[in-house]
T-cell receptor
Framework: EAQVTQNPRYLITVTGKKLTVTCSQN?????MSWYRQDPGLGLRQIYY???????DKGDVPEGYKVSRKEKRNFPLILESPSPNQTSLYFC???????????????FGQGTRLTVV | GNSVTQMEGPVTLSEEAFLTINCTYTATGYPSLFWYVQYPGEGLQLLLKATKADDKGSNKGFEATYRKETTSFHLEKGSVQVSDSAVYFC??????????????FGQGTRLTINP
């Protein structure tokens, strides 16, 4: 079954304690990205990756890091989480630019993060 | 800039009612347009899409037409069911020269269907 898998689904942590949210896809997609969802704001892109070892900032990258060492995995790293990073996070993957305008994104089930 | 504006929610309807959720966009270039649906506790799923002007996307009884002249992509369904209760997101996809795919989402519209 084609899917994007995120872990954990729920996480409560304290300010300043480093954490990683994992994301894995089994569709051989080149393109992966991270979004955060906040009430009234929809989804905003944090970081994206066009392929292995190629990553770039989205609209709200401050306080986050990512890596893309393998095609299937795209972890999101919060080095020193703060309460304003409390949010619902989604990982997504899609085919590359060569499929262009038809590229629908597949989303994971989300990670609800609370930073206290 | 690029943005998507959706009808304010929440929207509450009775079963078998007609549904319209408005979506308008501003974009530099020629975006593809999508509707995604988020059921409780789940991620977003693609509902339908349209890649050029006058295209109509359809799925599960939902329809939306890409209207370039009004920069709109309104979602419609003729007879809603309780199982359609979810949050609906309108989104546009831009392809940058650098090869990035930029999805821009509206704020989402929560739909509740009562039996």
């Amino acid at each position: 079954e084609a899917q994007v898998t995120q872990n954990p689904r729920y996480l409560i942590t304290v300010t300043g304690k480093k954490l990683t949210v994992t994301c894995s896809q089994n569709m051989n997609h080149e393109y992966m990205s991270w979004y955060r969802q906040d009430p009234g704001l929809g989804l905003r892109q944090i970081y994206y990756s066009m392929n292995v070892e190629v990553t770039d900032k989205g609209d709200v990258p401050e306080g986050y890091k990512v890596s893309r060492k393998e095609k299937r995995n795209f972890p999101l790293i919060l080095e020193s989480p703060s309460p304003n990073q409390t949010s619902l996070y989604f990982c997504a993957s899609s085919l590359s630019r060569t499929r262009g305008r038809d590229s629908a994104a597949f989303f994971g089930q989300g990670t609800r993060l609370t930073v206290v | 800039g690029n943005s998507v504006t959706q009808m304010e929610g929440p929207v509450t309807l009775s079963e078998e009612a007609f549904l319209t959720i408005n979506c308008t966009y501003t974009a530099t270039g020629y975006p593809s347009l999508f509707w995604y649906v988020q059921y409780p506790g789940e991620g977003l799923q693609l509902l339908l899409k349209a890649t050029k002007a006058d295209d109509k996307g359809s799925n599960k009884g939902f329809e939306a037409t890409y209207r370039k002249e009004t920069t709109s992509f309104h979602l419609e369904k003729g007879s809603v069911q309780v199982s359609d209760s979810a949050v609906y997101f309108c989104a546009l996809l831009l392809l940058t020269i650098q090869g990035a795919q930029k999805l821009v989402f509206g704020q989402g519209t929560r739909l509740t269907i009562n039996p």
